[in-house]
């Protein structure tokens, strides 16, 4: 089982940046996929970046380019650079993991999941 909480979040003006965190707990987190997740106001849930235990990545076209995920398995924490930030990309972000996943993007893949961080970009 993992335990994820995500820090990092905040206001920040368009074109700017800011680095999300998302330290876990539990034994398997070496072993598990890894991703972000973000949901705005009346939206559904969007997948935004996703990372294997091997470092391959996967993006959503919306972010390419402009964002990265990170992991350090040593320190047990996921990482998202969020560089050129727009307005459309505020959304609560959260922090995902499981050990068996097929859509990195898909929620439904993922049983662990943090509480999330506010992300508010100002035009």
């Known amino acids: 089982q993992v335990q994820l909480v995500e820090s990092g979040g905040g206001s920040v003006q368009a074109g700017g940046s800011l680095r999300l965190s998302c330290a876990a707990s539990?034994?398997?987190?070496?072993?598990?996929?890894m991703a972000w997740f973000r949901q705005a106001p009346g939206k559904k849930r969007e997948g935004v970046a996703a990372?294997?235990?091997?470092?391959?990545?996967t993006y959503a076209d919306s972010v390419k380019g402009r964002f990265t995920i990170s992991r350090d398995n040593a320190k047990n924490t996921l990482y998202l650079q969020m560089n050129s930030l727009a307005p459309e990309d505020t959304a609560m972000y959260y922090c995902?993991?499981?050990?068996?996943?097929?859509?990195?993007?898909?929620?439904?893949?993922?049983?662990?999941w943090g509480q999330g961080t506010q992300v508010t970009v100002s035009s």
């Open positions: 995902a993991a499981d050990e068996r996943v097929v859509a990195p993007l898909h929620q439904y893949q993922y049983n662990y």
């Open positions: 539990g034994n398997t987190y070496s072993r598990s996929y």
């Open positions: 990372i294997d235990s091997d470092g391959d990545t």
